[in-house]
């Protein structure tokens, strides 16, 4: 049975239109104020098409061969077909959907264009890492550069002409950027000299375009210590003279997956740079870029577990041994109908469907807090959109590997070797919970800087919304719904306000704390998008449709949520000390 891809285009429009009403929001937002649900669903199709004809054809290929360094010239060739359908990408105009027209976009949401996101990844994980960081360089350089360097640059960063890297991890420093050492020396002409070497830099050096500009963190030699003397500089592989700029890549990683993408380790031999933003404030700058990409990066761990869940249902349903009641000989069932079998998938569709709403509507935050007249509403989404980037981050892609590797269990032995492309999927997914700052690094994120800081305000916004649901549920009969998101809202306030009190005491309490409490806040979503989607679902004109959905948002309900439980327990149970590790 093929690995195949069908992209998942009925869900995605009742997640845009029914679930969060997106329609509703772009009508008020000028930008988006003659887009049409028709236009979007075009999109979409023709997203799905170059995902599952032109992506996925060359995804197990390039996993097969890799990318290839010339020793001699550090060039970089990537693997077979990556380059043809880079240049269809850009000739359809892709890259440019969610870019301002001003600067040759189409101006379409952020929301439409992780749609099209999840789907391309879902497809081929190593080729997308060249195209991902197009928008968040793309919004970093129209934000925070200079009207010399726009001229040079955006126009073709926004249609893809360009692609960008971005700079950030040296051998040592990693979460700690503050540990950075490349050096920028300001030059008379007002331009920056950049020494030093950078690692793991995805798509640092390739053939798919000429041109690469590099987004680097590095030190000017009056920076203060730490992170509050990093600056951004933007450095050219090619010079505006036309010169090859002193930048070389003297390696390619060997990766357990994604081995389509080239992750390049980089020396900066005096290269010319110019400044992006404000002296020693370049992280406040490269956020812009992070915040998109760590967006990107939970679409990721999405767009892989829709893929693996699609296709082990399909495996599932073929595959038949043993019965699936107790006793009785004849025929073998599909191990689709073998309860355990069946767990697996629902727990995997309702997890997708939930993550999806999730990811979603912080894609539509982001959209709102950009371009919606209204300055409290820009505010709110601005706030909600921070408090749901750490969350998309790290649970989708926590889920995005778990969940290909329970998908690979319903493979049996055929999942763990090459014929399926379920092991690929795995492997390609893992990454995902590392790079973009990792997913312990997203949980301290969300619980110091978006929960705590602000006493919980951003959280209670949420909250609130979320109650709301649970009443908007319980007024059409799903009381179900509305008790079990209640209950989860409790929950998360009633733990939130115990983190509180211990951290105004213990200044590490919250620390041993922020992986379950974002988990628990994950499931809290969760319950959110379940009850959602199942009163979003009432209204349905297809009516198996529409229960087959309540059916499998009440399974993860039953199901899934219990989960929570566990986490915030632990987080509870925070005055516990942990013990000294023991060296080996
Ligand atoms: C395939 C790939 C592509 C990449 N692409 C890029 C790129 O394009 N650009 C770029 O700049 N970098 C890139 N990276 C680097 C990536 O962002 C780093 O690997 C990541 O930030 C972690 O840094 P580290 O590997 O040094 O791990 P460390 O920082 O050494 O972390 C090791 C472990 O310790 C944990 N840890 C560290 N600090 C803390 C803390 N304060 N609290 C709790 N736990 C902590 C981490 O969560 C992790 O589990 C890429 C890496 C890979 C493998």
């Not at 919004?139 to 249609?159: C, M, N, P, S, Y």
């Not at 894609?363 to 706030?383: G, M, T």
């Not at 778990?402 to 055929?414: C, K, P, T």
Request: glycine share 10%.
């Amino acid at each position: 049975m093929p690995w195949d891809y069908v992209p998942p285009l009925a869900d995605m429009r009742f997640v845009i239109k029914r679930v969060l009403g997106a329609p509703a929001s772009w009508a008020q937002c000028a930008p988006f104020a003659d887009l049409d649900l028709e236009t979007v669903d075009a999109v979409l199709q023709e997203a799905g098409r170059f995902a599952a004809g032109v992506l996925l054809p060359i995804n197990a290929g390039g996993d097969a061969v890799g990318c290839v360094r010339d020793a001699a010239t550090g060039e970089v060739r990537t693997p077979p077909g990556f380059r043809e359908a880079y240049r269809a990408f850009v000739d359809a105009g892709w890259p440019a959907l969610p870019c301002d027209p001003a600067w040759g976009g189409q101006g379409l949401p952020l929301l439409v264009d992780a749609a099209t996101r999840e789907m391309f990844v879902a497809c081929n994980h190593g080729w997308v890492m060249y195209p991902d960081l197009l928008h968040g360089a793309y919004e970093t350089i129209k934000a925070h550069a200079g009207d010399d360097l726009k001229a040079r640059h955006l126009a073709d960063v926004a249609a893809g002409r360009t692609l960008a890297a971005m700079a950030l991890t040296e051998p040592q420093a990693g979460s700690d950027l503050g540990l950075l050492r490349t050096r920028a020396e300001p030059q008379a002409d007002g331009s920056l000299r950049l020494s030093g070497q950078k690692i793991f830099i995805s798509g640092g050096e390739h053939d798919l375009t000429d041109q690469i500009v590099h987004l680097v963190l590095c030190r000017l030699p009056d920076a203060p210590p730490g992170t509050k003397g990093i600056s951004l500089a933007l450095v050219p592989k090619w010079l505006p003279d036309g010169t090859r700029n002193a930048m070389h890549c003297d390696g390619i990683e060997h990766k357990t997956g994604i081995h389509g993408s080239a992750t390049c380790a980089m020396r900066y031999e005096g290269a010319t740079g110019w400044l992006v933003g404000e002296p020693h404030r370049g992280l406040a700058a490269m956020f812009l870029m992070m915040n998109s990409a760590r967006l990107h990066v939970g679409l990721q761990g999405l767009g892989h577990q829709e893929m693996a869940t699609q296709n082990a249902l399909r495996y599932a349903l073929e595959r038949a041994q043993g019965r699936a009641a107790a006793g009785g000989g004849g025929a073998a069932d599909p191990i689709a109908l073998h309860p355990a079998m069946r767990h697996t998938l629902l727990r995997l569709q309702a997890l997708t469907e939930g993550q999806r709403v999730i990811a979603y509507r912080a894609a539509l935050a982001i959209d709102e807090a950009a371009h919606h007249p209204d300055a409290a509403r820009r505010q709110r989404a601005s706030a909600l959109a921070a408090l749901l980037t750490p969350v998309v981050k790290a649970f989708c892609t926590h889920q995005g590997f778990h969940g290909a590797s329970a998908a690979l269990q319903v493979f049996g032995g055929y999942g763990y070797v090459r014929e399926y492309g379920v092991e690929q999927t795995m492997r390609d997914a893992r990454i995902a919970m590392i790079y973009e700052g990792t997913n312990e690094i997203q949980a301290i994120d969300l619980l110091l800087r978006k929960v705590l800081a602000d006493g919980g305000a951003a959280l209670d916004l949420w909250l609130t919304e979320a109650r709301a649901e649970a009443a908007a549920c319980a007024a059409v009969g799903l009381a179900d719904f509305a008790a079990a998101l209640h209950a989860e809202c409790d929950a998360a306030q009633q733990a939130t306000a115990a983190v509180a009190a211990a951290a105004a005491g213990d200044r590490e309490a919250p620390l041993r704390v922020a992986d379950d409490y974002l988990m628990g806040l994950s499931h809290t979503l969760l319950a959110w998008a379940f009850a959602a989607s199942a009163r979003a679902a009432q209204g349905a004109a297809d009516r198996p449709w529409s229960e087959a959905k309540t059916a499998r948002m009440r399974y993860g309900v039953q199901w899934l949520l219990p989960q929570a439980r566990v986490h915030w327990q632990r987080v509870r149970a925070l005055d516990a000390a942990l013990p000294v590790l023991a060296a080996p």
